[in-house]
């Protein structure tokens, strides 16, 4: 069970405020590593390692702070893990259900990843860019005040599932918090949480509930800073600055490179593929637990 304090922070993260929109979605765009490695390597190299690409803009103190390769795989690696996400007749990669509490949630013999931030941070944007090869999948995402949030349950080939938890604001349902604490809790499969944050907002109040929670459930997260292709590059440096200080000093569970992301030109999309791919796969006998 979690301890009071917990059930309170997670209370606090899952009040939500759900922006009104569309019910369903289609996600067909396609990405794909062959194309990328045909760029240019200056190109190449911004649109893979955007956080490596920042490196030059910043003076040698900084640079000490900011963790640019704990997860630094190759070209080749890359390359190889993009297979697990592109889907064919013997990599079927598909929605598999959804629940509103674990105990309907599909079986748990494969490793899963979860993808967790506020309404609008870009979840199902990124979700959509991960899954660009496999055009057919269908999210369904229910953005309309007073719908049932659920989490999505996608299968990718045999390798590992990943889940779209509901995006969180304020006015959430019980049902909804004791859906998602128990989840993180309790789920013994759960290898990572991905918890995204607007990297032109930065860390806000309520991602820092959703801190609070990952820390005191002890669970394994990663910080992916979405949308980065909105920024200048000096508002990214700073925000990039900012929160890998607040990972560095206020965080024990959090991995500590940060993911910047974008889901318009794919920046770091694929590095962000390798490093699931490695959290569930194990490939190559390296493993960032
Ligand atoms: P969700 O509520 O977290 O699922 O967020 P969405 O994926 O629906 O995105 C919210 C808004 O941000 C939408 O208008 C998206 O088009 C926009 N958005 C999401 N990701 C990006 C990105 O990487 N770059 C830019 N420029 N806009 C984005």
Do not use: W
């Not at 209370?11 to 990405?31: C, D, I, K, Q, W």
């Not at 990297?199 to 806000?204: E, K, Q, R």
């Not at 990663?222 to 909105?230: E, G, N």
């Not at 694929?270 to 006998?285: E, P, Q, R, S, Y």
């Amino acid at each position: 069970m979690a301890t009071p304090s917990a059930r309170l922070a997670a209370r606090r993260f899952f009040e939500m405020s759900v922006a009104p929109g569309r019910l369903n979605r289609t996600y067909s765009t396609s990405h794909s590593f062959a194309k990328v490695l045909r760029l240019p390597k200056r190109q190449l190299m911004k649109l893979v390692y955007p956080l490596q690409e920042l490196e030059v803009y910043l003076d040698p103190d900084s640079r000490a702070d900011l963790h640019l390769r704990i997860f630094d795989p190759s070209l080749e690696e890359i390359a190889r893990a993009e297979n697990v996400f592109a889907a064919a007749p013997k990599n079927r990669i598909e929605y598999l259900s959804s629940a509103v509490h674990l105990s309907h949630a599909p079986g748990s013999s494969r490793p899963e990843v979860c993808f967790i931030g506020r309404s609008n941070v870009g979840k199902s944007s990124l979700i959509k860019a991960l899954f660009s090869l496999a055009p057919e999948v269908e999210i369904r995402i229910s953005k309309t005040p007073g719908h049932t949030k659920k989490m999505n349950f996608f299968k990718v080939g045999k390798y590992f599932v990943l889940v779209d938890m509901p995006g969180y604001g304020y006015r959430a349902p019980e049902d909804f918090v004791d859906m998602v604490e128990t989840y993180l809790k309790e789920r013994r499969n759960l290898k990572r949480t991905f918890l995204l944050v607007d990297s032109v907002v930065g860390i806000t109040e309520k991602d820092k509930i959703a801190i609070e929670m990952c820390e005191e459930f002890a669970l394994p997260y990663v910080m992916v800073l979405t949308k980065i292709d909105k920024s200048s590059k000096g508002h990214l440096l700073k925000q990039i600055l900012q929160i890998q200080k607040f990972v560095n000093t206020k965080t024990q569970g959090c991995f500590p490179q940060l993911f910047p992301v974008s889901a318009l030109t794919y920046s770091g999309i694929d590095l962000l593929k390798c490093f699931i791919v490695n959290i569930t796969a194990n490939l190559n006998g390296s493993n960032f637990r």
